[in-house]
Every structure is written in C-alpha cells, then in structure tokens.
C-alpha cells in the first residue's frame, strides 16, 4: 500500500528570512504575503527557527505601524502567553533588531518523509497550526499545514477504495465466491464477506484503519479458522 507522505502535500514555496533580516523587513514579508509565520534559515537553508506576527507584535512600533494604536492582542493570545510563562513585553524580542533576535528556536520541524498521521500527532502534541518541513540535513523543503492534511480527506470514494484493496493481501481480496468485499461512501469505509482464517480480516481492518484520509471503518467480516492465539487474561487471587 502506497503511504502518503508530507512530501506529497506541503507547499514548497515558502517565503523565508534570514538570520540577518531586519525587523522592518521581517514585517513587510508577513504583511506582504498574507502570511503569519516565515522560516528563519542560514546561507545554506537549514531552519534555524520561525519569526512569526506573535513575535514581531511585542514590539510597539508594529502595533502602531499595522495595527493602530488601540490594538491589544486576543484575549486566547495573552492567556496563552501567560501560561506559558511569557509576558507582552518580553524584553528580547522587544528589543530585537533582526529574524535571529526575533525568532522563537527551535522551530517545531517534520521530515519530508514523515506520514500524514505522524504530522497530525505533532502539530497536536505541540499546539501548532503548520509545520516546517525539512530534508535529512534540516534544510527547508516546505510547509505543511492543518488545511494540507485535511485535504485529504476530500479524496475520491473511488481513489480511497483502491488504495484500501491494495492494503489487503491477494489472498484475502474478494473473488467469485470469498473474501473481503470494500465499499466506499463519503469516505467510510465497509469491510464485508468471509475469510479463511481471522488474521486475514483483521488485517485489512487495520490496514484501512491506518489509511490516511478514512473517515470511519466499518466491517461485518467473518472467518472459518481462527488462527490467532488468544491469551488469557490472569486475575489475582484475593
């Protein structure tokens, strides 16, 4: 079965600053492009953090430049500041000069190679919206965000449904008279016939679990051998 990879959604043009970047070019780019968030990168692109509107916004010259005088930051932005120990006035960044005073290091990074269920854990573990992708060496490759990952389950029925089937064993695919019928409706999935032995069925059931883009699995499987050892379970003895 073929895996999706970040590689296979993210953007690859992604506007970057470098370390030596000025504060007023920084912001610029930000506005310029729509963006909130660019990659801080060495002569050779490899990431060395992100600079995003959050960071710029602790210096009062932004505020006033792009957002008026009376702008005062979300109420969700201070509380999250506040929990994570952060004051508006933090005094390095608003004292920073360039990317490299401005940027929050490390950059929260995901390898090109890197499933979309692997992408989607981190951005979950770590509170982020997107992710820098980088090659072996953390050079920049792109940006992979929530709305690349949910892209993914706008796939067709008919695409999904191949790429279940390739996940399920020759031996176990449906035939004239057996074997595991898919069907495909809005992105769910139903799992049907009968099997010669269990872990037949039970690993097409996970495969299609693990598949990316799979709304919901639903199956009505079953088989004539059991061939799965099934471990007691030992209860102590009051």
Known sequence: MMRTTVKDVMT????????GTLFKEVAELLVERGISAAPVVDGEQRVLGV???GDLM??????EQYCGESYRPPLRARLRRRMAGQTANSSGKASGRTAADLMTAP????PESASISRAARVMDECGVKR??????????????SQR????????????????????ISPQARWNDREGILVEVHNGIVTLSGHTRKRSDADAALRSARHLEGVVDVRETLSWRENDLLEVPVAWDRP
């Open 148 to 167: 690349d990952l949910l892209r993914m389950y706008l796939r067709d029925d008919d695409e999904t449904r191949r790429r279940v089937v390739e996940g």
């Open 131 to 144: 992710l820098v992708v980088v090659d072996s060496e953390g050079r920049l490759r792109g940006i992979v």
């Open 107 to 110: 950059a929260v990074t995901v």
């Open 12 to 19: 690859t043009r992604v506007a970057s600053v470098e370390a």
């Open 58 to 63: 602790r210096k009062e010259e932004f505020r």
């Open 51 to 53: 600079v995003s509107e």
